[in-house]
C-alpha cells in the first residue's frame, strides 16, 4: 500500500504540469506579445520591447519528460519565462517564434 504514494504523487505532478502547459497561451499581435503562464493572468509585451525567443535548456535526471519551454527577452536583457511554444499564425517552436516575430516588425 505504501508503495502507491510516491506514485500517486508523480502522477498528481505530471498531470498538473500537462494542465498547466496546456492551459497557458501565447499570442503574437502588431500591438505586441503576450503570454499568459496559467494560472497567471495575461501579460502584453510591445513589440518594441521585444527582442527575441530563446529556448530554455532541459536539465536535471527527467529531462525528457519535461515539456519544451522558452523565455522570451526583452530588449533590455529581461528574461521572461513562457510554458507554452507555440503561437497562431506563428506554428511551434522558438525558430518559428522568431520568424513571426520578425514578419510583425518588417524586418523580414
Excluded: C
Aim: hydrophobic share 45%; proline share 7%.
Amino acid at each position: 500500500m505504501l508503495f502507491w504514494v510516491p506514485v500517486v504523487l508523480v502522477g498528481l505532478a505530471a498531470l498538473a504540469a500537462f494542465v498547466s502547459v496546456r492551459a497557458s497561451t501565447l499570442r503574437m499581435t502588431r500591438d505586441g506579445v503576450e503570454i499568459r503562464n496559467y494560472p497567471q493572468p495575461a501579460k502584453l509585451y510591445p513589440l518594441e520591447q521585444v527582442d527575441r525567443f530563446e529556448a530554455t535548456p532541459r536539465v536535471g535526471n527527467f529531462s525528457s519528460l519535461r515539456p519544451a519551454t522558452g523565455a522570451l527577452v526583452l530588449t533590455n536583457g529581461t528574461r521572461i519565462p513562457m510554458r507554452k511554444l507555440t503561437a497562431p499564425d506563428a506554428g511551434t517552436g522558438v525558430d518559428a517564434l522568431n520568424k513571426r516575430l520578425a514578419v510583425l516588425r518588417g524586418d523580414h
